[in-house]
Structures are given as structure tokens and as C-alpha cells.
């Protein structure tokens, strides 16, 4: 009898459980993207304009390369809330650094703008390496260092600006690289794309990029095993202080000024977003980039079509909000069904 | 004889340090003091030391919101955003009620400041539910409703301040003074009385340090842990409503940028006062003590005219040294 009720109880059930599955290891991403495109389509005909869809890859290249950094900590277990700070000061840095070299050699352009783009993603490398080195070493709590490094990050960039954008910066890296189309295509598309594939390569052929799974899943295992895991943390936290700074350095060129109310909280919480829509695990261990930046292009649509039907910006937080409580919520009950499986 | 010597020397050495450690917030709050008074010696006049009393009773109700939450491993982040909406959503009910009947007063008073706390409850336990029965993480729960707070807030409000909030309202929980204390101080005194006697002398309070230092025991030992953390989150909104309505008062007008910092300097009181991160560590004590760090800190840094975003980087600093330090203390 008591066989019986389980095995007829187990049909349907196991059917659910195989839908689960499939969800939660593709992920319920392509098939919410292909609906929602579909619906956005056929009921706003400006979605498909040759300018909205520029304006969608767009923002979906600045929020992919924020989130792959973000993918990286939450991986190792991480997390980082000082990236949206790390975008404005790579911002006024560079900007400030473009300015000022541009005034001493007006001639040597190319250098300018080397420099300062070095300069800019030079910040986003020191702060990253402080997150890592306080997580490592003084084993402090991510959250709490990286609102540490938040305060101030944010801090520095008002300080260096007083809150006014900064301007000045050479003509050729707004107009022939910020603002500029390569094939059609915006040229922080490429950008994007090629550090996805970059992080891509390390996360599925580098010794890094196992090493960094491996932290994530069972910390103590991989130091058992002979991983110096502090190198790999740091490693990480430097990373995506970088693709932070870059990210910062393509919103400045397309901008055109260096301000210190770039980024900010709301780019943080969108790289969260993004990785945890995409699946990436909260307690380490789980992500790839793919599947990240497929994420970002979600949440870029999202918001591209609110603003379509001109939903107020600050509804658009509130909805903002509410996904990545509920992504987080599905991950969970998936993880809690796998477990008692 | 060396053995023992040795075990000697071994059992002190801890023992000193653990007895530094644990005054040396206490100790660095008054050569911060002491430092800032050279420079500036109004920091020691009547006037500045009320006005720091004044400005850290709000802190400390914050801090002692926060440090509920952290009790039981958790985080608010949101606080600050809940304190905007409130301020916010009082300040509307109150005006509102008050430009269709001059007359009716008491009755604004009391519905808005109903109003404000029943906002506190819905986003408590909104945070709570999504903690204990969903079991997201907080941090993502609470980042998350941060930005719903915020929507709320700035869509209310649209985006201005609130103005017309009675004076009446202001002078009584402001400018109020009952034997020459102001009101403000003796709120969240009796407010941290309470939560006090709470944490510390009933079973529902000790509840939340058993959850808090072994959420597996407390479950073993039957304790409804869900309810609790969910309790926990209550609670934490609640007191940020009242705050909130504090402030409100004190502004005379409804801010949907209220609560920018509030929910960074919480977190940095709650834990410079040594109220530890993993949970089960902490009391009113500790906030106390952290809410008035701050506050020196803040007050000492504006007399001696540093400017705002050099501010914010110290407290960065003093978050990131306050929690290396909890990390030693409990090694």
C-alpha cells in the first residue's frame, strides 16, 4: 500500500523534477529573453529601431563587463559593493589625468590617452587589490570591506571633482572611440565581447579560472589541496576591480566628461542582478560568464522597455528590486529541491 | 616548573589581550576626544555636548535597529531607505489630514505617526519573510528592498521634500524638553530601556542570541526559528520608523533623501561598537557605544571643518579597522 501510494505519487513529481533540472541548469534566462523580445516586438514596433537595438547592446556592454568582474568574487564566495563607486572614480581619474596631460602635450594624443586610461584602470586594480588583500589576510567579512572600500572609493571621486563633471578630455577619444560606430556595431561592444571571451577562456581552460571554482565550492578542501587560496581571492577581487575601471573608462567615453556620480549603487546592484539572474550561486562555486552577460542583456531589455512605455524611472527601481529577491528565491528553492533529491 | 611557568605566561598573554581588546573601543572613543578638543576646544562646550547627546540618540535607535538584525546573522541594508519612505509617507498623511480639517491636529498626529510605523511593520516583515521562509540571503532580501523603498519614497514624494508638516508636531518629539531634557534624548532612552530589558531579560529576547551564536541549536531545542527571524526584521523596521518620525520632526518637512548614509553609519556603530557579524554578539551597550563614536567622530570632523567627502572616507576607514578588530576579538 504504502509503496504503492509513493509510486503513484512519483510520476508526476518526477516529471516536475526533470523540468526543474533543465531549468536550473540552463537557466530560466533564454527562454524568458526569447518571450520577452517576442512580446516586445509585437506590441512596441520602436524596440526593433535600428537605434533602439544600438542603445540595448550598449548598455548591455557596460552592465556585461561589470557583471563578469562581479561573477568572479561571487564565485569565490565573494562579494563586491564597491564596483559602482569603482566605475565613478576610474571616471574623474582618468578624465582629471586626460585633462591635466592634455594641457602639458597637446601634440602627443596617443599618449595622453594611454595614460590616462592606464591611470583609470589603474584605480579600479588598487581598490580591487585592497578588497582582496582585506578578505585574504585579515579574513574580514567581503560585505563589510567592500562598504569600506564603497565609502571610500565615492569619497575620493567627489573629493577630486567637488561633484563637477570634468571635461577636457581629447576630442579623438570621445568622438573616434566613445561615441563611435565600428562596423555598425558601437565600439564597447567589441570591447565587451572580447572581455567576456577573455574571462570566458580563463574560467574554462586556465588553471586560474578552475582554482577560482574551486575556492568557491569548499575553501578549505582547495587549501587541503595545496591551492594557495589567498593568491586566487586577491586574484579575483583584482579582476573585477579592473573590469569595473574599464567599464568606467567606456561610460566616460561615451559620455565625454568624468563624473563622480557614474556607477553609483544602482550599477552595483544591477551587476548583482545580472550574475544572479544568470544562476550564479551566492554561496561560491557556480557561474559562467555566458550565461552572465546573457543576464545583462535581460535586465538592459527590461529596463529599455520600460523606458519604452515610459515607465518612471524610479518604478523601474522598485521593479528592479523585486527580480533580484525573486531570482535569488528561485536559486534557493532549486538548490533546496536538488537536496532532497 | 618551566611547564607551568609557561602555561602561565600562555594563559595571561590571552587574557590581557582579550581585556584590551575589549576596552579598546571604550579608550580610543576618548583620545578621539581628547584629540579633537586640542584642536578645536568648543568640541568640550555645553552647547556641543548636548548637541552631540541630541544627535546620537537618533544614531543609536538606528544602531540598535540594525544590531537586532545582525544579532541573528543578518543585515538590514535597507534601513535607510526605510527611514526615507517613512519620513516621506508621515509627512504626506499628516499634511494632507491637516489641510482638509485645521482643526484636527491630534488626530494627524496620531494617524501619520500610526501610518509611519505600520509601514515599518509591512517592510520588516516583508524582509523577514523573504529571509526566514524563502531563505534568500539577507543581504540580497534587503538590497533588494532598499530599492523598493527607494521607489516608494521618491514616487510618493515625487522626488521633493515633503514641506507643512505642523510645528506643533515638531516642538512636541524636536524642541520638546521634559526637565530640561530634550525630547529626542528621552525617546530613545526609553526606547533602549526597553529593548534592553527585551534582549536581556525575557526568553523571547534571548531568543534572538541563541539564533544568532547556533541557528542549529536553536532549532534542535524547538525554537520557532522562522518566526523569530522574521520578529527580528519587525522589529529592526519599526525602530527605523520611529527614527524616522524623529527626524521628520526634527526637519519639519518629509526627505526622500533622508536615509542616504543612515544605513552605512548604523552598520559602522553597530559594529565599532563590537556587536559581531556572526551573530549571537551584542546589546544595547554596544550600539550605544558605537552611535556615540560615530558621532564624535562626525561632530569633531565638521567643528574642526573637514570636508564632507573626506568624511566619508574616514568612515569607510574606521568600517573596514572596526571590523578587522571584531575579527581579532573573536578569533
Known amino acids: 500500500m504504502v509503496s504503492n501510494n509513493i509510486a503513484l505519487g512519483h510520476l508526476p513529481q518526477k516529471e516536475v523534477n526533470q523540468l526543474v533540472r533543465v531549468i536550473s541548469t540552463m537557466g530560466l534566462l533564454p527562454i524568458l529573453l526569447i518571450v520577452i523580445v517576442a512580446a516586445l516586438s509585437i506590441f512596441e514596433p520602436r524596440f526593433l529601431g535600428i537605434f533602439n537595438i544600438l542603445n540595448v547592446l550598449r548598455e548591455t556592454s557596460f552592465l556585461a563587463i561589470l557583471a563578469a568582474g562581479q561573477m568572479l568574487v561571487l564565485i569565490v564566495g565573494g562579494f563586491d559593493l564597491s564596483v559602482g563607486a569603482v566605475v565613478a572614480l ?172 557614474l556607477g553609483g549603487d544602482i550599477m552595483m546592484l544591477q551587476s548583482i542582478a545580472a550574475a544572479v539572474i544568470a544562476g550564479v550561486s551566492l554561496r561560491g562555486g557556480i557561474g559562467r560568464v555566458e550565461l552572465v552577460t546573457l543576464g545583462a542583456l535581460f535586465l538592459s531589455i527590461v529596463t529599455n522597455s520600460m523606458n519604452l512605455v515610459r515607465i518612471d524611472s524610479k518604478i523601474q527601481t522598485i521593479v528592479l528590486g523585486v527580480i533580484v529577491i525573486f531570482a535569488v528565491a528561485l536559486e534557493e528553492y532549486g538548490n533546496r529541491r536538488k537536496i532532497r533529491e | 616548573m618551566s611547564d607551568a611557568s609557561v602555561s602561565v605566561q600562555k594563559g595571561q598573554f590571552p587574557r590581557v589581550m582579550a581585556l584590551i581588546m575589549r576596552w579598546l573601543m571604550p579608550i580610543c572613543l576618548v583620545l578621539m576626544g581628547l584629540g579633537f578638543a586640542a584642536v578645536e576646544p568648543r568640541i568640550l562646550s555645553e552647547a556641543n555636548l548636548l548637541n552631540i547627546t541630541t544627535q546620537a540618540s537618533y544614531l543609536v535607535i538606528f544602531a540598535a535597529a540594525q544590531m537586532v538584525v545582525i544579532l541573528t546573522r543578518g543585515f538590514d541594508l535597507s534601513l535607510g531607505m526605510c527611514v526615507s519612505s517613512v519620513s516621506v509617507l508621515v509627512a504626506l498623511v499628516m499634511t494632507g489630514i491637516v489641510k482638509s480639517d485645521p482643526q484636527s491636529l491630534t488626530l494627524a498626529i496620531v494617524l501619520s505617526v500610526s501610518a509611519g510605523i505600520a509601514f515599518g511593520v509591512l517592510v520588516g516583515a516583508f524582509n523577514g519573510f523573504c529571509v526566514s521562509v524563502l531563505r534568500v540571503n539577507p543581504f540580497i532580501v534587503t538590497l533588494g528592498s532598499l530599492n523598493i523603498c527607494y521607489g516608494i519614497a521618491s514616487t510618493i514624494s515625487g522626488g521633493r521634500p515633503v514641506f507643512g508638516v505642523p510645528r506643533e508636531f515638531s516642538n512636541m518629539v524636536y524642541s520638546g524638553e521634559l526637565l530640561g531634557i530634550p525630547a529626542p534624548i528621552i525617546i530613545a532612552a526609553v526606547l533602549l530601556v526597553i529593548i534592553h530589558l527585551i534582549l536581556t531579560r525575557t526568553v523571547f529576547g534571548r531568543g534572538f542570541y541563541i539564533l544568532g551564536s547556533n541557528p542549529r541549536a536553536a532549532k534542535v531545542a524547538g525554537m520557532p526559528s522562522r518566526l523569530y527571524l522574521t520578529y527580528a526584521y519587525i522589529i529592526c523596521s519599526v525602530l527605523a520608523a520611529i527614527g524616522a518620525i524623529l527626524l521628520t520632526a526634527r526637519t519639519g518637512s518629509g526627505e526622500p533623501n533622508l536615509g542616504g548614509s543612515i544605513a552605512l553609519e548604523s552598520i559602522a556603530a553597530a559594529v565599532i561598537g563590537g556587536v559581531s557579524l556572526r551573530g549571537g554578539v551584542g546589546g544595547i551597550p554596544a550600539a550605544l557605544l558605537g552611535a556615540v563614536f560615530v558621532t564624535v567622530l562626525s561632530n569633531g570632523m565638521n567643528l574642526t571643518r573637514i570636508d564632507g567627502n573626506v568624511q566619508m572616507i574616514v568612515l569607510g576607514c574606521v568600517v573596514i579597522a572596526a571590523v578587522f578588530v571584531d575579527r581579532i576579538r573573536t578569533k
Open chain 1, 90 to 261: 576610474s571616471s574623474t581619474v582618468m578624465a582629471t589625468v586626460m585633462a591635466n596631460t592634455l594641457g602639458i602635450m597637446p601634440d602627443e594624443v596617443g599618449l595622453v590617452i594611454f595614460i590616462g586610461v592606464a591611470a583609470g584602470i589603474g584605480c579600479g586594480v588598487v581598490v580591487g587589490l585592497v578588497n582582496g588583500l582585506c578578505v585574504a589576510y585579515l579574513r574580514v567579512s567581503p560585505f563589510m570591506v567592500t562598504l569600506g572600500t564603497l565609502s571610500i572609493a565615492s569619497g575620493i571621486a567627489l573629493l577630486l571633482t567637488n561633484g563637477i563633471p570634468v571635461y577636457g578630455m581629447p576630442k579623438v577619444f570621445v568622438n573616434g572611440f566613445g561615441r563611435a560606430l565600428w562596423l555598425g556595431l558601437p565600439t564597447t561592444v567589441y570591447v565587451a565581447l572580447t572581455l567576456v571571451i577573455i574571462v570566458w577562456a580563463i574560467q574554462r581552460f586556465t588553471v586560474l579560472g578552475r582554482y577560482i571554482y574551486a575556492i568557491g565550492g569548499n575553501l578549505q578542501a582547495s587549501q587541503v589541496s595545496g591551492v594557495s587560496t589567498k593568491r586566487y581571492l586577491i586574484t579575483a577581487y583584482t579582476m573585477c576591480g579592473a573590469l569595473a575601471a574599464i567599464t568606467g573608462v567606456l561610460l566616460t567615453a561615451r559620455v565625454g566628461s568624468g563624473q563622480a556620480t
